[in-house]
């Protein structure tokens, strides 16, 4: 993933609108990866303060993640059903980072007192704290799968009739469909591992949920990133001409 951010942001044979998006969305799961590892320190999650701060952090960077998949599952939604590529970049990005401090800033209003209390320094003790950020991720990831089943359904019959961009609109949406769907598992499994149902024997979600979180940045590297033609064009010719400036 670390390769993903680089190239992107070094090539501008990819600076095209899902590239962005993408390099987003591997810097949100980055950034929540290390969050989540980081908060794993005993200290972190007994101290109030630091909990609040990490609990913030990951509230926010999750939600900025479910949304980056979201916005370049509109944005290819449109592009295969309506042939509209491009334009939107920057509406994409200003929603894709401002929602989740409208999400943020709610929970804090309305459970201010329990925010940072969780063991596991994940927003708050009570379902209630929580419930506003399962109440923003939970739709988010939920549109974002009918999305890709649209595009899925479509892909064979794209508006557009550059070969060329029918290639890549299907290699992404492919690859694009995959790691949407397993991030909505991902929280689907979060949402009984951080709440508690103490009138129900349920099994602990909790491991489920780590493993696949812990993943994700490899499935957006390699379905994401190494699934697309321009991607792996820039990435392995970059490697081809380092090799040769150190040899030649």
């Not at 299907?170 to 103490?198: E, M």
């Amino acid at each position: 993933m670390y390769s993903d951010l680089i190239l992107v942001s070094r090539s501008s044979s990819v600076w095209d609108m899902f590239h962005l998006l993408r390099l987003n969305t591997a810097s949100a799961v980055l950034i929540s990866a290390v969050l989540q590892w980081v908060s794993e320190s005993q200290g972190i999650r007994d101290d109030r303060n630091m909990n609040e701060l990490f609990s913030m952090l990951k509230q926010y960077w999750f939600l900025a993640t479910a949304h980056f998949l979201f916005s370049e599952s509109a944005a290819t939604f449109r592009a295969v059903t309506a042939g509209i590529i491009g334009g939107k970049t920057w509406s994409y990005l200003s929603l894709a980072y401002g929602i989740p401090f409208v999400n943020l800033g709610i929970t804090l209003y309305l459970h201010g007192d329990n925010y940072g209390t969780d063991p596991r320094a994940f927003i708050g003790w009570l379902n209630e704290t929580k419930s506003t950020f399962f109440y923003g991720i939970l739709p988010c990831v939920t549109i974002s799968v009918i999305l890709v089943l649209i595009i899925l359904i479509n892909t064979a019959t794209p508006q557009t009739r550059k070969d060329s961009v029918m290639e890549q609109l299907a290699t992404q949406a492919y690859g694009l469909s995959v790691v949407v769907f397993l991030h909505a598992i991902t929280w689907v499994f979060a949402y009984p591992a951080f709440n508690h149902f103490p009138d129900y024997d349920l099994a602990n979600f909790y491991p489920i949920f780590a493993i696949l979180d812990a993943w994700t940045g490899a499935f957006v590297f390699c379905l994401l990133g190494l699934s697309s033609r321009k991607f792996r064009g820039a990435m392995f010719g970059q490697a081809r001409l380092s090799v040769s400036k150190m040899f030649f």
